[in-house]
């Protein structure tokens, strides 16, 4: 499934791999999950337990893409590079109403 394809579904889990202090001066996307990139190792099991889609998120898709790699090399059967926050945020109200 495509990120589009999977934002529509509305079953998926969101994860922000952001400084927690990039959330509070940038923005945050209600209900995501905060694990910061330096924590997504530490928390590979509480992330590879996950059932449904998982959509990975930043400020711009870099550091998204490298946990995403990370992941998929542990094992992640469905996860996606949402990109940068702002990008995903419109891209969920588009898809799914507002937040």
């Not at 579904?9 to 994860?15: A, D, Q, R, T, V």
């Not at 099991?45 to 995403?68: D, H, M, Q, T, W």
């Not at 992941?71 to 059967?77: H, P, R």
């Not at 949402?82 to 507002?98: H, I, P, R, V, Y």
Request: glycine share 12%.
């Amino acid at each position: 499934m495509s990120l589009t394809e999977v934002i529509k579904s509305g079953n998926y889990e969101l994860i922000d791999v952001r400084e927690p202090m990039e959330l509070e001066m940038d923005g945050n996307i209600e209900g995501a999950t905060n694990i910061p990139l330096g924590e997504v190792e530490d928390r590979k099991e509480e992330i590879l337990s996950i059932e449904k889609p998982v959509i990975l998120f930043c400020r711009s898709g870099n550091r998204s893409g490298k946990a995403l790699e990370y992941l998929n090399s542990q094992g992640l059967k469905d996860g996606h590079n949402g990109g940068g926050w702002a990008e995903l945020k419109a891209n969920l109200e588009a898809n799914q109403g507002t937040f």
